[in-house]
Nanobody
């Protein structure tokens, strides 16, 4: 059974930090990029960041550039998101996703495996 399990998230004050983790299991596709998306209340889901299979290249949305860092685990089936200098506008449900290919793609339709989402809430 293919699964994508997220952990982390929670509640933090503005300026604080949180970390998210995601692990893929049971997948037959051996090389794939992974990314994080988020959906704030009343808004569409949006791209946050993604990282290549090798972990050597990452891409960030302008809104999080310089504050968020995505990294790939040694085993390649996991990815982490370190979020620093959090702002209230970062409040959202964050979703981990695995792509079909190993290069970075932004459109969510390119990702075929999704986590259940984890809540991140940033207060003033």
């Amino acid at each position: 059974q293919v699964q994508l399990e997220e952990s982390g998230g929670g509640f933090v004050q503005a300026g604080g930090s949180l970390g998210l983790s995601c692990v893929v299991s049971g997948r037959t596709v051996t090389t794939y990029a992974m990314g994080w998306f988020r959906q704030a209340p009343g808004k569409e889901r949006e791209f946050v960041t993604a990282i290549t299979w090798s972990g050597g290249s990452a891409y960030y949305a302008d809104s999080v550039k310089g504050r968020f860092t995505i990294s790939r685990g040694t085993a390649k089936n996991s990815v982490s998101l370190q979020m620093n200098s959090l702002k209230p506008e970062d409040t959202a449900v964050y979703y981990c996703a695995a792509d079909r290919v190993e290069v970075i793609q932004e459109p969510e339709k390119e990702y075929d495996l999704w986590g259940q989402g984890t809540q991140v809430t940033v207060s003033l």
